[in-house]
């Protein structure tokens, strides 16, 4: 087996969702890629002068420009007559991508470079500490959004990146999960291999921020995926071609209690009112993708 | 001096001139955003890309954030590169630009200079690039359109020489250059290919030869990797000296020597400044001479790095200077006469030193206001002096401050 | 080593950096079912430290960091995780 494109030695927590998927994505792309890298949990851990887990070209900017970079990119290599045969892949957590650098990656899905966007979604600032971000879900507890007296936690839905991206025309846009490995390489391959800009939303269990023990992190992302809270699903030029559906409908406490960060959602005190709205976003899900078949 | 190399001469607006010197240079990628006033440029470099022109991808992107990272992108990826921008553009890239130096990027961006909100003003002063003076920007002030296309071309050459790749704004004043008409002479392709030759990186993305760059550096690195930019600099006074000398020679035209004198020949009295308005201090002193006067001008047309040496040498024996600037740091004073005074204290012998703030957000300097300069220094030597105010604008408390900078 | 011009950083040089040092447990196949070559465990290894040739597990023991999520998702539980320290 060759070796991988992003190598061992990084400083990642033990069993981390995200260092996972972008592995399995990075393998999936090959060696013709160049990343750009915002800052955040992947860049930190893979990237302390003097030494690099990158075995592609790969660079770090700043926190909120991967978008114009990867375009500034792609359109040097097309300047060079070099674009054909090389992927250009802009990434990063949530905050980089969805909140900080969002605006300005919007803009390079509007002109449509050929860049493969993905975003790590562990659902929280997490390397700066656990703070809240705009893909941190309804009641969940974050240093920012502490559970308390009179809070439940985030009181925000999470913001909606797939429905986003196909807004902005994207010809594909995919969720996925480092749980799901082959999910994940057989999307990245076919996103790289159309040509535009294309998206891919990976859902990535944090052990240390989201409360559970580090084995556990491939088991919690399929629960997240069970239970219609992360809908897998693939949207090619606006329709939705495919889904990861399931036979049985699996309660979103099954997903919630094994994590700190919804503990308090069983404390009572109300609490019980907080995950029938989970359970509805989750129904909701299910409703519009079409995620419970029946058999 | 004889040249031998084909130039043709144009009356083009000072945008246009940029224009027409950025085709020549040949940059992969060019990305900008419009801000008044700058937007004659880059709609002049895409009307050249429409009639092909100028072979670029030219990217018209949503945010000067977006522009200047862009232009990072494609720099990083072994391509020349160019944007251009003002005032609030240049002030939204700000991160970005610290990140391009530390990067070894040698990106050149024209700053049509503008004054900074809040209040808002379209009108020239040299706020925004002076502000950046911190970045790890080279920084080049030109007087009038020739100049401005020579700045260019000179630039690239010296951000791209390996002993530099260091980034640099040319810096133009907004309106009085880059709208006005002027005559400009430019060299024919060939003469700019034999001049810039193509964009050689240390450094690339590029699948062939994977690297990773942008690493994050922990207390044990960091310091060595600031010295590295600073040394840079200090390297730089070498190599654009070399380029301005290989630049007269070659077009026959004064090069981007790090300041310029005028007059300066026994005189007492230096006034000393940057970009359009040392056209108007030249003139007064032309005046001031036929009136017996001792005076001479210094024009710096390199503020970063800063010409200290150059300097020292120009002001022997020099009695008295009068810094006159556009632009003001904030609960200081003027940042050139701040830098000036702080290169020239250790020297056993120096010159006293005035700083004026003059023109900001586009108030016209005249003969007048040199003048009123010129006679204020000969009275002894001031800080943040600011010159031809409007009084009746002012709460007499603040005009009382204010005229204490006179006595 | 001097810093390079650039500060760029040598493609996969993390290897320097052992962190099976940070173990206190280690997963071993106890071939109490066969492997199936399913790879499953390969895929869930943050580290990218294991392969599966032949149905036969191989973790390299300088890099893994016992997180046991190669224990969790083996199909057929054939590997546990053995105290080291």
Known sequence: MAESLLAPGHTACLGCGELLGARLAIDAAGPNTIVVNTTGCLEVCTSKFPQSAWRVPWIHSLFDNAGPVAAGIEASLRAQGKKQGITVIAQGGDGGMADIGFGFTSGMWERGHDVLTMIFDNEAYMNTGIQRSGLTPFDARTSTSPSGKVSFGNPRPKKDMVQIAVAHGLPYVASTSSSYARDLQTKVKKAIAIEGPTFIHVHTPCPLGWGFAAASTVEIGQLAVKTALFPVVEIEEGKVTKVMSFREKTPVEEYLKPQARFRHLFAGNGAAEQIAQIQAIADQNIERYGLLRSS | MATAVEQERKIIEGSMAVAEIVKRCRPQVVSAYPITPQTHIVEDLSQFVADGEMECEFINCESEFSAISICLGASATGSRVYTATSSQGLLLMTEVLFNVSGLRLPIVLTCANRAVSSPLSIWNDQQDSIALRDAGWMQFYAEDNQEVADLHLQAYKIAEDHRVLLPAMVCMDGFILTHAFEPVELPAQEAADAFLPAYDPLVKLDPEQPVTMGAFADPNYYMETRWHLEYAMSQAHAVIEEVATEFEQTFGRPGLHVIEEYRTEGAETIILGLGSMMSAVKDTVDELRDEGEAVGAIKLRCYRPFPEKRLIEALQGVKRVAVMEKDISLGKGGAVCTDLRAALYDLPERPAVTGFVVGLGGRDIANHTVRACYQRTKQGSGENVWVEMREDLLEPEMVQAWKQQWE | ?85
């Open chain 3, 1 to 85: 080593m001097k810093i390079p011009i650039g500060v760029t950083a040598k493609p996969g040089s993390t290897t320097e950096t052992k962190t099976g040092s940070w173990r206190v447990e280690k997963p071993v196949f106890t071939g109490e079912k066969p492997c199936t070559g399913c790879q499953s465990c390969v895929r869930a290894c943050p580290e990218g430290a294991i392969t599966v040739e032949d149905k036969q597990f191989v973790v390299d023991l300088e890099f893994c960091k016992g997180c046991g999520l190669c224990v969790a998702v083996c199909p057929v539980k054939g590997l546990e995780m053995e105290q080291e320290r």
